[in-house]
């Protein structure tokens, strides 16, 4: 591995040790967060990790963590969650964050909701001193709303593309569109989430605000780590 993976290889596993035997577990999406989900499984195979329940973010979680032999579940059998440990794309002062990049941003912002705590793994590239400044954030929508919603978000400042891959639509999990609406930096995130969530045709946009407790950063100087306060 490179030594940005083994930065975040440690990230993962410092997260990780906020894990009890017997708690339910959500599980994020994304190439960080598979780190998170190897020690998860190496502990639950070596018995220091017992009574373990997933509850995994998307389809693509979903398969590693079963390839990875770690038991999962639902949130109809398990609605609270203990801790959901996840990445992010951006991560501000506040430990508000830009997710999404991966295209799970509905499910991951369900578990992150329902969870008692929340740990966010980042290499030190992702934190900025105002969402929008690196990342554009993803906005899913109902395929029947794309053109009413692509011109609210021109309205409100974005430029805005349709996320695809080989020139066809990307889908979420849900069969949704996303649509990547590049704010540049954002002033006030708590208010531009609010004008997003009343739209009809959004069905989530990737500002996650006040929802993160911990972030673990991994950076050329080592493991850092950063609470939220309140």
């Known amino acids: 591995m490179s030594r940005q993976d083994d930065l975040k290889q440690m ?3 410092a997260a990780v040790d906020r894990l009890q035997s017997g708690m339910v577990v959500g599980l994020g999406t994304g190439s960080t967060t598979r780190f998170a989900l190897e020690r998860i499984a190496e502990l639950i195979r070596a018995g220091r990790l017992e009574r373990i329940i997933g509850i995994p973010s998307s389809i693509q979680t979903e398969t590693a963590a079963r390839e990875l032999g770690i038991p999962l579940s639902g949130l109809e059998a398990h609605a609270v969650i203990d801790i959901t440990i996840d990445g992010a794309d951006e991560v501000d ?4 964050l830009i997710k999404g990049g991966g295209g799970a941003l509905l499910r991951e912002k369900v578990l992150a909701q329902a969870s008692r705590r929340n740990i966010i793994i980042v290499d ?19 395929p029947f709303a794309r053109a009413a919603e692509e011109r609210f978000l021109a309205s409100l400042g974005a430029a805005v593309a349709l996320r695809t891959r080989n020139s066809i639509p990307v889908l979420t999990d849900q069969g949704n569109l996303l649509l990547d609406a590049r704010f540049g930096p954002i002033t ?34 080592g493991i850092r780590h950063l609470q939220r306060n309140g």
């Open 188 to 221: 006030e995130p708590g208010r531009l989430a609010a004008q997003l969530s009343g739209r009809a045709g959004i069905v989530e946009h990737g500002l996650f605000v006040g929802l993160a407790h911990e972030v673990f950063v991994a950076g050329a100087e």
């Open 124 to 142: 030190a590239s992702k934190l900025s001193e105002r969402l929008g400044t690196r990342w554009a954030l993803p906005v899913e929508v109902v």
């Open 93 to 96: 002062p506040d430990l508000n």
């Open 11 to 13: 990230a993962a596993a």
